[in-house]
């Protein structure tokens, strides 16, 4: 569990609010079964994880509520991504230095990036595995080039000749249906694996950009795409064998009002698997952060909530001083209300993952 916090409660309640059964993590334990003290017949029951923060000047505490779940559900510490290769760092050397108004030097872990031959930056080094290349994009007076450089197995340095920076990428022109469009592309060489390159993030104000990407093809990308209509952010997470064309469409329409955790009642309609809605303190209340979701299957409106007060410590929680800041609804392809945490969309580590939502702020 994460060392931020000094305690964390594992709370079960009825649709009601009533309190099932509740335990204290104890440190190092690395599997918790969860059972009612009595006979519940219902299927479906509220769990709530709830981290009490060590520090409040460093972080709130957290109560992470996953509502109406089945019975049997399991909650997976951290959720269940993909592996990665073992990586080392690599310093590079720039010969022969041509100009340039950007330099992106990528392993399939991490890069950097220089916007002049003298920059630093604070990751001087990019990572990489030892079965992969170097990449390297040169950008000058908005025309690109780049090139994949080999690496001995096991260096610790390269040279780089800037003069053999000199293929010519692909380029697809992306239209969406909304505006303020984003696009950012991983490139994984083993899409069994967690290591990719980052192709770069590019935004454009309108509903139309241009994407710059290697000849090289991928065994996977990974698409990360977002666009705005009115107050609706729709975003979308694509693993597939090739960029798509244009942006995705979803239809998943958010009614939820403005509401603190008293007067909460979520309310969409569309294709959707399940909720989320992210609650912040006002200033007057105690510092807590409050995470809610929920599989549309169970259609829990009417929401009720125990009294947090005791796990965190305060005589009384005024649930008014919670106040809603973000509701998103999601479509999940590979989609299991029992497998718990549910995924979010910008994520480039779950496997499989194709997710669509659509997202408001408060």
């Known amino acids: 569990m994460s060392g931020?916090?000094?305690?964390?409660?594992?709370?079960?309640?009825d649709e009601a609010g009533n309190i099932i059964t509740e335990t204290k993590y104890v440190n190092g334990t690395t599997n918790v079964a969860i059972m009612s003290p009595k006979t519940?017949?219902?299927?479906?029951?509220?769990?709530?994880?709830i981290d009490i923060t060590?520090?409040?000047?460093v972080t709130k505490?957290?109560?992470?509520?996953?509502?109406q779940i089945k019975r049997g559900s399991h909650y997976n510490s951290p959720s269940l991504l993909l592996p990665q290769k073992p990586v080392h760092e690599l310093a590079y050397h720039l010969k022969k230095p041509v100009y340039f108004d950007?330099?992106?030097?990528?392993?399939?872990?991490?890069?950097?990036?220089?916007k002049s031959i003298t920059d630093?930056?604070?990751?001087?080094?990019?990572?990489?595995?030892?079965?992969?290349?170097?990449w390297v994009q040169l950008r000058t007076n908005n025309i690109r080039f780049y090139n994949f450089f080999d690496v001995p197995k096991g260096a610790s340095n390269l040279d780089v000749d800037m003069t053999q920076i000199n293929k010519t990428p692909l380029v697809k022109n992306i239209t969406s249906p909304g505006t303020g469009l984003t696009i950012q592309v991983y490139a994984r060489?083993?899409?069994?694996?967690?290591n990719r390159y980052d192709l770069g993030n590019?935004?454009?104000?309108?509903n139309q950009l241009t994407y710059y990407y290697p000849q090289e093809t991928f065994d996977e990308y990974v698409t990360y795409t977002s666009y705005s209509i009115g107050n609706a952010k729709y975003s979308f997470t694509r693993n597939s064998s090739s960029i798509a064309d244009n942006a995705d469409t979803y239809n998943g329409v958010i009614n939820t009002p403005a509401a603190t955790l008293t007067t909460f009642k979520p309310s969409f309609s569309g294709d959707v698997d399940y909720y989320a809605a992210f609650f912040e303190n006002t200033p007057s209340s105690p510092g807590l952060y409050v995470q809610l979701f929920a599989p549309a299957a169970a259609n829990y409106i009417n929401i009720k909530f125990p009294d947090f007060s005791k796990y965190l410590g305060l005589n009384n929680l005024d649930l008014n001083g919670q106040t809603l800041f973000y509701f998103a609804v999601y479509k999940d392809a590979t989609f299991d209300e029992k497998n718990i945490i549910y995924k979010s969309t910008g994520r480039d580590d779950y496997p499989n993952l194709n997710l669509k939502s659509v997202s408001r702020s408060y």
Request: aromatic share 20%.
């Open 40 to 49: 519940y017949t219902k299927d479906r029951f509220n769990f709530f994880k």
């Open 54 to 57: 060590k520090d409040a000047s």
């Open 102 to 114: 950007q330099l992106d030097i990528q392993g399939d872990i991490y890069g950097t990036r220089l």
């Open 202 to 206: 590019v935004t454009s104000a309108g």
């Open 4 to 13: 931020f916090y000094s305690t964390t409660y594992f709370v079960l309640t």
């Open 61 to 67: 505490s957290i109560i992470h509520g996953f509502l």
């Open 120 to 134: 630093t930056v604070f990751r001087l080094y990019p990572a990489l595995s030892d079965d992969s290349k170097l």
């Open 189 to 194: 060489p083993d899409k069994h694996f967690f």
